[in-house]
């Protein structure tokens, strides 16, 4: 599986940006997140979508701001941010792997992952 994130960008404190995340190829997969890595810090997750079914799971510090959400149709993962902050400033990547439900913040349940897109949040 080969995975391409866009949507990238520089937006002030407050502002909104939409991520997405184009899938091609096929693997074993049943689970597609974001997870994202500040410069200086470990890779965190961020939110995960169930591919089949459409379950989602958000990491504390994006829950009521950020919305997962796919078109299985365009093979496509977005990532909708609003009311973004400072400390959400990272590097975004997209993932997707065989991730069971009690595995879904843990990056070794995913095993395909994107480039990485940069989100940099201005106060």
């Known amino acids: 599986v080969q995975l391409q994130a866009s949507g990238g960008g520089v937006v002030q404190a407050g502002g909104s940006l939409r991520l997405s995340c184009a899938a091609s190829g096929s693997g074993r997969t049943t689970t597609s997140g974001w997870f994202r890595q500040a410069p200086g810090k470990e890779r965190e997750f961020v939110a995960a979508?169930?591919?089949?079914?459409?379950?989602?799971y958000y990491g504390d510090s994006v829950k009521g701001r950020f919305t997962i959400s796919r078109d299985n149709a365009k093979n496509t993962m977005y990532l909708q941010m609003n009311s973004l902050k400072p400390e959400d400033t990272a590097v975004y990547y997209c993932?997707?792997?065989?991730?069971?439900?009690?595995?879904?913040?843990?990056?070794?349940?995913?095993?395909?992952w994107g480039q990485g897109t940069q989100v940099t949040v201005s106060s």
């Open positions: 979508v169930k591919i089949s079914g459409g379950s989602t």
């Open positions: 993932a997707t792997g065989p991730a069971i439900t009690s595995g879904v913040r843990d990056q070794s349940s995913y095993y395909y």
